[in-house]
């Protein structure tokens, strides 16, 4: 009974937060979560790059089909496949990404999926005709779709409700942010490598510059504790919610049993009504 006080109040207090009073006590998590979100950065920079890969000059001679007024373009129907693809791809990532978590948490499943867009982008930056790089999308848009799921997700179960607003925001802004990067780079290659294959190459090549540095910091990242008390690790949810608070000793102890009970609950409470609603 106390304990089920403890997380009411405990409930309560984070309704009742403020922004500037969540960001002094949370820091970390928000920082954490900035992190986990910027891996969007890649899937806005690369569903912006198709779309101005098509104008590309050198893309259309190698890729493209001879039209009656004497130039390359690359058909409708190719362009609407491509972008299809994409989503086909994010869509199948987006239905494992569920299993993946269950099973390796939001870190390790976050790695693998940097690990796979690695792999996978060599298939884009090798291309040899459109059909590679519609297997290539798909395939790129597997791991883009678990980004998606996983930086929201990580986000709502590591900040109090006072930063979830705006970090899970902050996810819509780094689609933007790689929308605007891959303007810039295709302004260079159209100013610069237009009729060089560098001009579609060099695009693909950037996007192995994110996987790296990033799966450090995922790898580096507190497990959410969420998934932790859901696998009965209460010892690392623990040492998670340490390193996700930045309150001072003596009260950060009390404050993190308090969070895992609220956590215990709230995963019972849920189990509960499954089991109500599937009988």
Same mark, same amino acid.
């Given at each position: 009974?106390?304990?089920?006080?403890?997380?009411?109040?405990?409930?309560?207090?984070?309704?009742?937060?403020?922004?500037?009073?969540?960001?002094?006590?949370?820091?970390?998590?928000?920082?954490?979560?900035?992190?986990?979100?910027?891996?969007?950065?890649?899937?806005?920079?690369?569903?912006?790059?198709?779309?101005?890969?098509?104008?590309?000059?050198?893309?259309?001679?190698?890729?493209?089909?001879?039209?009656?007024?004497?130039?390359?373009?690359?058909?409708?129907?190719?362009?609407?496949?491509?972008?299809?693809?994409?989503?086909?791809?994010?869509?199948?990532?987006?239905?494992?990404?569920?299993?993946?978590?269950?099973?390796?948490?939001?870190?390790?499943?976050?790695?693998?999926?940097?690990?796979?867009?690695?792999?996978?982008?060599?298939?884009?930056?090798?291309?040899?005709?459109?059909?590679?790089?519609?297997?290539?999308?798909?395939? *790129? =848009?597997?791991?883009?779709?678990?980004? @998606?799921? &996983? #930086?929201? !997700?990580?986000?709502?179960?590591?900040? $109090?409700? /006072? +930063?979830?607003?705006?970090?899970?925001?902050?996810?819509?802004?780094?689609?933007?942010?790689?929308?605007?990067?891959? *303007? =810039?780079?295709?302004?260079?290659?159209? @100013?610069? &490598? #237009?009729? !060089?294959?560098?001009?579609?190459?060099? $695009?693909? /090549? +950037?996007?192995?510059?994110?996987?790296?540095?990033?799966?450090?910091?995922?790898?580096?990242?507190?497990?959410?504790?969420?998934?932790?008390?859901?696998?009965?690790?209460?010892?690392? #949810?623990?040492?998670?919610?340490?390193?996700?608070?930045?309150?001072?000793?003596?009260?950060?102890?009390?404050?993190?049993?308090?969070?895992?009970?609220?956590?215990?609950?709230?995963?019972?409470?849920?189990?509960?009504?499954?089991?109500?609603?599937?009988?």
């Amino acid at each position: 009974a106390d304990a089920v006080e403890d997380a009411k109040e405990s409930d309560e207090s984070d309704k009742q937060m403020s922004f500037v009073q969540a960001l002094k006590q949370y820091p970390k998590a928000a920082a954490w979560s900035v992190l986990i979100s910027t891996t969007l950065v890649m899937e806005g920079y690369d569903t912006a790059l198709l779309n101005a890969l098509f104008a590309l000059p050198v893309f259309q001679q190698k890729f493209g089909q001879l039209t009656s007024a004497g130039h390359y373009e690359i058909t409708a129907q190719w362009q609407l496949g491509l972008n299809m693809c994409i989503s086909v791809g994010e869509i199948i990532g987006l239905q494992f990404t569920g299993f993946a978590v269950e099973r390796l948490g939001n870190r390790w499943t976050m790695i693998v999926a940097l690990f796979l867009l690695f792999c996978f982008n060599f298939l884009l930056y090798f291309c040899q005709n459109l059909a590679m790089i519609a297997v290539g999308l798909i395939l *790129s =848009g597997m791991p883009w779709g678990a980004f @998606q799921s &996983l #930086a929201v !997700s990580y986000a709502s179960e590591v900040c $109090p409700l /006072a +930063l979830r607003y705006y970090l899970t925001t902050y996810v819509n802004m780094c689609w933007i942010f790689g929308q605007i990067f891959a *303007s =810039g780079i295709m302004k260079n290659s159209q @100013q610069n &490598l #237009a009729n !060089s294959d560098l001009g579609y190459k060099l $695009p693909f /090549a +950037l996007q192995w510059i994110w996987p790296a540095p990033l799966a450090i910091g995922v790898y580096l990242a507190p497990e959410s504790p969420w998934w932790l008390v859901r696998k009965d690790k209460l010892a690392e #949810a623990r040492k998670s919610l340490s390193r996700l608070s930045s309150l001072k000793k003596e009260g950060k102890e009390i404050a993190v049993n308090v969070m895992v009970e609220k956590i215990k609950i709230t995963i019972e409470k849920e189990a509960l009504e499954k089991n109500h609603s599937g009988s």
